[in-house]
Nanobody
Framework: QVQLVESGGGLVQAGGSLRLSCAAS????????MGWFRQAPGKEREFVGAITWTGGPTIYADSVKGRFTISRDNAKKMVYLQMNSLKPEDTAVYYC???????????????WGQGTQVTVSS
């Protein structure tokens, strides 16, 4: 069992940066791949990026590649999403999620946080 709590969302101007954090609890956290997803109003939840349980290879959606970076600290049970060069279209609720393996589909993830709002103004 893994519990996830996101934080760090807020309002930022276009071109700015935010760092989202995801705090995990549960003894098996370090064995899970971690993903970030987002959902804008009226849209489907979409994949943002994911990181393996070792903190090694990462994958990103094309829309955020080169701007967003995922990292994790297994000792602290934390996952981070550094978001740079933010655009208004990045506005969404951002969720972290845990999966037995890295994937891009939300159905592959077993545990979810409650989400944190990110709003990018133009």
């Amino acid at each position: 069992q893994v519990q996830l709590v996101e934080s760090g969302g807020g309002l930022v101007q276009a071109g700015g940066s935010l760092r989202l954090s995801c705090a995990a609890s549960g003894r098996t956290f370090s064995t899970y791949a971690m993903g970030w997803f987002r959902q804008a109003p009226g849209k489907e939840r979409e994949f943002v990026g994911a990181i393996t349980w070792t903190g090694g290879p990462t994958i990103y959606a094309d829309s955020v590649k080169g701007r967003f970076t995922i990292s994790r600290d297994n000792a602290k049970k934390m996952v981070y999403l550094q978001m740079n060069s933010l655009k208004p279209e990045d506005t969404a609720v951002y969720y972290c999620a845990a999966s037995p393996k890295v994937g891009v589909a939300s159905r592959e993830y077993d545990y979810w946080g409650q989400g944190t709002q990110v709003t990018v103004s133009s």
